[in-house]
């Protein structure tokens, strides 16, 4: 992995660092790769990939909300760091 | 270990102690030990007491939990409590609701003492990636307790809690437990919700037990398994056939996967393991060698579907809905700046990890092949448990370590989790056992048994684990 390709990696991580943490990951992360090239010695031709446990089924269910007070509303609005009334504020996306 | 569950159970009933006596305690023990050991984030003294009192109060006691204390993990929600998840993107974080298991116990008037430390975000096997300081392991403060469950396996060994609560993702339960010389168990996926459980990776996420042994394992899986609503991955595990006791020891299989006894676990264990092995075999079990060529690939697999399913998880902490958040220009610039200044350098590196194997061009190269080499481990699991009951391993690879000693090295870190992790990847039901002390250090024993036996493989290990501790 290059310097650029951990920057890119960052950027679209959403993840702010400074020049000397971009570093030290680039050598952490090309380790780590390095280790995990080992799967490109399984024979993987016609495998299906593996999803989920072959016990699980689909659940449906009516789409109508479990809760039916408003208390739990409430409860996470309140653990917004910014709100206004009953919004949670986002920040600005235009200047 | 002072209390058992069922030991608590009778004492309260006998009126030999009362609950408040019983909770002052356990609280008495954490005030002497914690300082040092560091496995509770938060304690709720004043309510235990309180709860306690009222119990004091009934009549009769509803359930065998009724006044049972026990520690909560601190990514598995408990309504009105701080959640941290170990991190301080949600150090003022307060749960709105509870975690099914932890609603279950509730309901039972189990008492929860507080919230136990991890790794941030259940990533590590150390404890040491706790944003709030390493935990200790309480049979030696040098050594790391093992992780990422560290103050559940350390609370439970140094008689904190009766028992604890704690999540197991690639051995997050049963390493610290075999680090700590207690008992870990994590159960089918699916087997306990995971509604209220913070996720890390959501295919391999599982609730489980840590315990002094292995029949207050079994109490509290009653208490806490089964389908729920809010999860629509739980299921209910099969009825073992004989109830209440397992195959005869006569008529097992244990199978030894080659593969699970081989270069790169420490010696010294694969002795005490053929020492414990010899133990059985006296009792008449039989073992038979496997060959599971696919589980070496197991931690790689890992640690490609693990940061893939986590950076898309941790997607969720952009400072806008919940947890912390930090002063910024813009919604962009508060993503960076929040996600950059609150999560800790190891989930930092595993988000950029995930992004980095699912980004395009590389999805086939290393997400797609993953997958493919996930099925060909279930696959070998599969054709495995036609040959035998279950599988027995190490637990860990080599004895805890001392703190510091794995920090800075992560592929090193990452194959703690060598002979825990294949369970995860198929979804299957594993128990470590304490098989002993090897310069008094514990080295614990992994049994692994197929998808929804647990109630099978939990019998049995009691049998097993009454034969070793003979």
């Known amino acids: ?95 | 270990m002072r209390y058992s569950i069922k030991k608590i159970a009778q004492g309260l009933s006998n009126k030999e102690f009362s609950c408040k006596e019983l909770v002052e305690d356990y609280l008495e023990t954490i005030a002497k030990k914690d300082k040092n050991i560091n496995s509770y984030l938060s304690l709720f003294s004043d309510k235990a007491l309180k709860q306690a009192e009222e119990i004091d109060k009934l009549e009769k006691k509803p359930s065998f939990l009724t006044g049972v204390p026990l520690a909560v993990k601190d990514n598995i929600l408990v309504k009105g409590e701080v959640s941290t998840a170990g991190s301080r993107i949600l150090e003022n974080y307060r749960a709105p609701y509870s975690a099914t298991a932890v609603r279950k116990l509730e309901k039972l008037q189990a008492i929860i003492l507080g919230k136990t430390n991890l790794d941030e975000f259940a990533c590590g096997s150390s404890g040491e990636h706790s944003a709030f300081g390493s935990t200790k392991n309480p049979l030696n403060c040098e050594y790391v307790p093992g992780g990422s469950s560290s103050g559940s396996a350390a609370a439970v060994s140094a008689d904190m809690a009766c028992f604890a609560l704690g999540s197991d993702t690639a051995g997050s339960i049963r390493l610290p437990a075999s680090f700590c010389n207690v008992v870990g168990f994590k159960p089918s996926y699916g087997a306990i919700s995971r509604y209220g459980l913070i996720a890390l990776a959501s295919s391999l996420d599982q609730i489980g037990i840590i315990a002094n042994s292995v029949e207050d394992i079994e109490i509290v899986f009653e208490a806490v398994r089964g389908k729920d609503r809010f999860d629509s991955t739980s299921l209910e595990v099969e009825e073992a056939k004989a109830k209440g006791k397992g195959k005869a020891l006569k008529d097992l299989v244990i199978g030894l996967p080659k593969e699970f006894f081989t270069k790169g676990i420490d010696k010294e264990i694969l002795e005490l393991v053929e020492n414990r092995i010899k133990d059985l075999q006296a009792q008449g079990i039989k073992f038979k060698e496997l060959e599971m060529p696919h589980l070496q690939y197991g931690v790689a697999c890992y640690y490609i579907i693990m940061p893939a399913e986590l950076s898309s998880n941790l997607a969720r902490y952009d400072g806008i809905k919940y947890g912390s958040s930090k002063q910024a220009n813009g919604l962009i610039d508060g993503y960076f700046k929040t996600r950059g200044g609150f999560f800790g350098e190891e989930i930092k590196r595993r988000i950029m990890l995930g992004t980095y194997v699912l980004s395009s061009g590389y999805y086939d190269a290393y997400y797609l092949r993953a997958l493919r080499v996930r099925s060909k481990i279930v696959r070998d699991f599969e054709q495995s448990f036609q040959k035998v009951d279950f599988i027995l391993s190490p637990t860990a690879p080599f004895l805890p370590f001392k703190l510091g000693q794995k920090v800075n090295d992560p592929v090193s870190m990452y194959l703690s989790d060598l002979l825990t992790v294949p369970a995860n990847l198929a979804g299957l039901p594993a128990i470590s056992l304490p098989a002993g002390k090897i310069d008094e250090l514990p080295a614990g024993i992994q049994l692994i048994a197929p998808a929804l036996k647990d109630k099978a493989l939990l019998s049995t290990a009691k049998q097993i684990e009454k034969i070793w501790t003979q």
């Open chain 1, 1 to 95: 992995m290059n310097f650029e390709e951990v920057k890119h990696i960052a950027k679209l991580a959403r993840l702010d660092f400074e020049k000397e943490e971009l570093l030290s990951l680039q050598k952490e992360l090309s380790l780590i790769l390095d280790y995990i090239n080992k799967l490109k010695e399984v024979d993987v031709k016609g495998v299906e990939p593996y999803c989920y446990s072959s016990l699980l089924k689909n659940v449906f269910r009516e789409d109508k909300a479990f809760f039916k007070n408003n208390e739990i509303k409430k409860d996470l609005l309140d653990l917004a760091p910014e709100k206004t009334d009953s919004f949670v504020k986002v920040k600005s996306v235009f200047k």
